[in-house]
């Protein structure tokens, strides 16, 4: 399903981003890959699924389950934004949800400080909206379901507009990039 929203108003709108990971400053560089399938075969020119649990000090066999919680990320131009991996392949590969670009840094992420991303957030809005339209990632809402978090997302919004509306996508689109495990807001005064 495919979904565009238009809105043509003659009031003050507001867009903005939020996601709760922060560098943990470890980096890899992406040796090996293929932007157009998604697909990292290596990371500091070793096995990707190897070298990523090796710098989360983890044992391979849990990478999978440690995706939601250490996603990687890249700054462009001083913002953050997350390159969700999706599966680990039989050759040792990882697929992401978007591309990841050859020989780049790339940040491992981990969870921040929720409220005071939070905080952050509203106070990026800059206005109390009479109308706000959240759209948070699908892998957002796994995190949240499965550390009980929504209550606390759900309180941070109703400090801006406690007429909320939003959903859960499989991607967000903010300005003109792909964002994933974030939450674009869209705030209308």
Not at 159 to 176: D, H, P, R
Request: glycine share 6%; proline share 4%.
């Amino acid at each position: 399903m495919d979904l565009c929203i238009f809105v043509d108003c003659k009031k003050r709108t507001k867009l903005v981003k939020e996601n709760i990971y922060v560098p943990t400053g470890k980096k890899m560089l992406v040796t090996n890959a293929d932007p157009i399938k998604r697909c990292v075969y290596t990371f500091n020119n070793r096995p990707s699924d190897e070298e990523y649990a090796r710098i989360l000090g983890i044992p391979l066999y849990d990478l999978h389950d440690a995706f939601i919680s250490h996603p990687l990320g890249q700054k462009i131009d001083g913002e953050l934004f997350i390159n969700s991996p999706q599966k680990i392949n039989h050759d040792h590969s990882i697929t992401f949800y978007s591309e990841i670009i050859p020989n780049k840094f790339i940040d491992v992420l981990g969870l921040g400080d929720t409220k005071q991303i939070m905080a952050e957030t509203r106070e990026k809005m800059g206005m109390k909206p009479s109308t706000l339209l959240s759209i948070n990632c699908v892998l957002r809402d796994l995190y949240f379901k499965k550390h009980g978090k929504w209550r606390e997302v759900f309180a941070s919004l109703d400090e801006l507009n406690g007429k909320e509306a939003g959903y859960v996508s499989a991607g967000e689109q903010y300005n003109f990039d792909h964002c994933n495990q974030t939450m674009v807001m869209l705030g209308i005064e």
